[in-house]
């Protein structure tokens, strides 16, 4: 097993663990079985372009979910976890949304107040989360992750394994419960009286240098996403 093979399995035990002790058993179910080799490489042909290693591990491990609505990925918020089949699919989507109509963001570095990243100038992008418009993209040529909602796509993770990392440690900390529905929330919007584990704000955590339950913290409780809690936080270190 490969080093990125190990970060892959290890973090996705250890988040599957976490859910089934602590009630999120339809979480953990609703991943669907592996894709196969051939699967992969054949929409790395049909794409016309790689699938970097991180994520074809994931997909080997879980190819997607079995039904929406039960999301693996609920911190960023609430997003549905793609096939290899539908991220093709929504390939298209994301190049009509972001380059070629719609919000035509990316391709046009005048349109955004910041300058796009090299690795932003480009068709690929892959979705390995939606929800809607909503995506989590993964940049094929580098294997970073960016959230993508609006106003284009943002840094997240600097590949697949290290966001998953960063949520099982997200669980680990206390920042998720499992509600009654079976789904997972914050501790603020449980419907039952556990109380939070941690009551430090976004800031101190930050300062703290705990910049994951930081950013999950004011994501939370500020209502934005992920990459607009950072770049929030970002500016104590100004």
């Excluded at 339809?26 to 080799?37: F, H, K, Q, T, Y």
């Excluded at 339950?213 to 500016?235: D, F, P």
């Amino acid at each position: 097993m490969t080093g990125h093979a190990e970060r892959i399995s290890r973090a996705l035990d250890d988040i599957k663990t976490w859910l089934r002790a602590h009630g999120g058993d339809e979480i953990v179910e609703n991943l669907a079985p592996g894709c196969s080799e051939y699967d992969l490489t054949r929409t790395e042909e049909a794409l016309g372009f790689g699938l970097p290693v991180e994520l074809r591990e994931l997909w080997l491990r879980h190819n997607g979910q079995c039904q929406e609505a039960c999301s693996f990925f609920p911190y960023l918020p609430y997003l549905d976890l793609l096939s290899v089949e539908e991220a093709a699919a929504a390939h298209r989507v994301v190049l009509d949304l972001y380059i070629t109509g719609g919000m035509n963001i990316l391709g046009d570095p005048d349109i955004l107040d910041e300058p796009l990243l090299p690795e932003e100038m480009t068709t690929h992008w892959l979705p390995v989360a939606r929800e809607g418009f909503h995506f989590l993209l993964v940049q094929a040529d580098t294997g970073r992750v960016f959230e993508a909602y609006k106003d284009g796509p943002s840094l997240v993770a600097d590949n697949i394994a290290t966001l998953l990392e960063d949520y099982s440690g997200q669980l680990q900390a206390g920042n998720y419960v499992v509600d009654e529905d079976g789904s997972l929330t914050t501790p603020d919007d449980c419907s039952s009286d556990a109380p939070l584990t941690d009551e430090r704000s976004p800031e101190q955590l930050w300062r703290e240098g705990l910049h994951s339950e930081a950013i999950s913290r004011y994501s939370v409780l500020n209502g934005v996403g992920i990459a607009e809690a950072m770049k929030a936080l970002r500016t104590l270190e100004e």
